[in-house]
């Protein structure tokens, strides 16, 4: 079954440094997204992505944050300069179609920020 | 108001039980429904999806809900300990993202 792949898996970073979370969407799919939960919190919306750029961001995808489809494949999310509360798990999903409400999630990236 | 609430659980029940997951909503402007399952450190899963009131089943899964009372709910029958996870209800809006619950814990014990 195709899967969106996510790496790395666990990153840690210091506050301050830039960091850039890594997405291979499942190939055929058109829209992208990033959502993170934060330990014990709920899932929540970051950003969705179709036809190279951003169709909708929520208010925590601020000016630190932004996304890239830097080439046929690859969906990454870059945190510019990171803050301790930026430690979460981030997810990146994709679908086929604007349509399809069952996103297929990866495994994420766990996100420490020391 | 929280715009989709669940309650956090933990939910015990043994092996075979049914098991009700709920989640309320307060946005009437939303039309679609997912559950998810998440394991410990995992991605959200999909489970089923639903657009109108009423009940839609798949395999020991059945999805209601209810646009009325703003409430929907994901039953389990047959529960087996690898059911064993978070369920997390989401709904879909117009803006073209999900917004989540909190997420149930289930645990089935054998």
């Known amino acids: 079954e195709p899967e969106v792949t996510q790496t790395p898996s666990h990153q840690v970073t210091q506050m301050g440094q830039e960091v850039i979370l890594r997405c291979v969407p499942i190939s055929n799919h058109l829209y992208f997204y990033w959502y993170r939960q934060i330990l014990g919190q709920k899932v929540e919306f970051l950003v969705s992505?179709?036809?190279?750029?951003?169709?909708?961001k929520s208010e925590i995808f601020d000016d630190q944050f932004s996304v890239e489809r830097p080439d046929g494949s690859n969906f990454t999310l870059k945190i510019r300069s990171t803050k301790l509360e930026d430690s979460a798990m981030y997810f990146c999903?994709?679908?086929?179609?604007?349509?399809?409400?069952?996103?297929?999630f990866g495994s994420g990236t766990r996100l420490t920020v020391v | 108001q929280k715009e989709v609430e669940q309650d956090p659980g933990p939910l015990s029940v043994p092996e075979g039980a049914i098991v009700s997951l709920n989640c309320t909503y307060s946005n009437s402007a939303f039309q679609y429904f997912m559950w998810y399952r998440q394991y410990s450190r995992k991605g959200p899963e999909l489970l089923m999806y639903t657009y109108s009131s009423g009940n839609k089943e798949d395999g020991r899964f059945t999805a209601q809900v209810d646009k009325s009372s703003k409430y929907i709910s994901l039953f389990i029958r047959d529960s087996q300990p690898s059911d064993s996870a978070t369920y997390l209800c989401a709904i879909y809006n117009a803006g073209n993202m999900l917004t989540f619950g909190g997420g149930t814990r289930l645990m089935v014990k054998p």
């Open positions: 999903a994709s679908s086929g179609d604007r349509l399809n409400y069952g996103y297929t």
């Open positions: 992505f179709y036809n190279n750029e951003i169709s909708e």
